[in-house]
């Protein structure tokens, strides 16, 4: 059985220490039954089953048999990598994406940009495992970092991802924010569940068969909840507020539409030809008479 996270790059891969010379042959075996299961990077995926098992090697043969079996690679060890470094996952929540670095990226450079005499504020909507809020929290620590997330699984990994330097929110949209943040967030970045409900067939078998449907159905045309989410970040947002979204690259046009119909000013972003997805930048128009918090 092929192994989705190898045939399809949007999942991240992870990474482990190669194994010493005196372990080559459990390696061997191990690889050669991922091999046999259609693991496309079997060698890299026995190194990282045999880390997790550790010296028990009872361990390891019930890894492999899931692997095998057509488990997820991600939430069988329990982390992926992202950003370099490893975030904790598991059973039934969403993995991350490699391609959501890209959000990442844009957040920081917002986030890095003089603030002024005040913290700025970053919130990460449809959290899941948090992994920007995380990033975001360890690389910034200045930031006032926060998860909204509805799904109590999912939070629970936000929390061990954030490790305190920020906080988890139930949170349906951006509903679960305190009040005393109103008006007053910096930057907001999500990856809302975009997949259109004809699409929800053909995604890949790891996302399809492991991951919450709510996590990825975006409804008849992928957008309710992006159009959720432009409702409720203009309450939230400070003037001049950035709001990341990343979206398929085929929504791009009705999205932004939206968003201009709802009072926000699409930011000229530069997009990748080669990928399938993109990130739509909205900024709030600014409005002078708003007060800043100190």
């Known amino acids: 059985m092929q192994s989705d996270s190898a045939a399809h790059p949007d999942v991240v ?3 482990a220490p190669r194994q010493d010379d005196a372990q080559s042959s459990q390696h061997e075996e191990v690889t050669a039954q991922l091999r046999a299961a259609g693991c496309v990077f079997a060698e890299d995926e026995a190194d990282i089953l045999r880390e997790t098992a550790g010296d028990d090697t009872e361990r390891l043969a019930q890894l492999v048999r899931a692997r095998a079996g057509g488990a997820p690679l991600e939430p069988l060890v329990g982390w992926v990598e992202f950003a ?13 994406r490699q391609r959501t670095l890209r959000l990442l990226d844009l957040a920081l450079g917002e986030l ?12 990460e ?5 948090a992994p920007l809020a995380a990033f975001v929290s360890s690389e910034l620590p200045g930031t006032r970092v926060l998860a909204c997330e509805p799904d109590p699984a999912a939070l629970r990994h936000a929390a061990a991802n954030l490790a305190g330097r920020g906080a ?3 949170s349906d949209v951006l509903s679960g924010l305190p009040a005393a943040h109103r008006g007053h967030v910096d930057v907001i970045a999500a990856v809302p569940p975009y997949v259109t409900d004809d699409d929800m067939t053909l ?14 159905s975006g409804g008849p045309d992928g957008l309710h909840w992006f159009r959720a989410l432009i409702d409720e970040a203009s309450d939230w947002i400070q003037p001049g507020g950035l709001l990341l979204i990343e979206l398929s690259d085929q929504q791009l046009a009705a999205a932004a539409h939206d968003g201009d119909g709802r009072g926000w ?3 000229p972003m530069e997009q990748d030809d080669e990928s399938r997805t993109t990130v739509l930048a909205l900024r709030a128009k600014a409005r002078s008479s708003e007060n800043q918090p100190s």
């Open 84 to 96: 370099g470094r490893r975030l904790s996952v598991g059973p039934g929540v969403f993995v991350p």
């Open 203 to 216: 995604l890949p078998r790891e996302a399809r068969d492991h991951e919450p449907p709510s996590a990825l």
């Open 125 to 129: 909507a449809f959290a899941g495992v």
């Open 13 to 15: 891969g992870v990474r």
């Open 168 to 170: 988890t929110l139930p």
């Open 265 to 267: 000013r699409q930011e």
């Open 112 to 123: 890095r940009r003089p603030p002024g005499s005040r913290a700025r504020t970053f919130v």
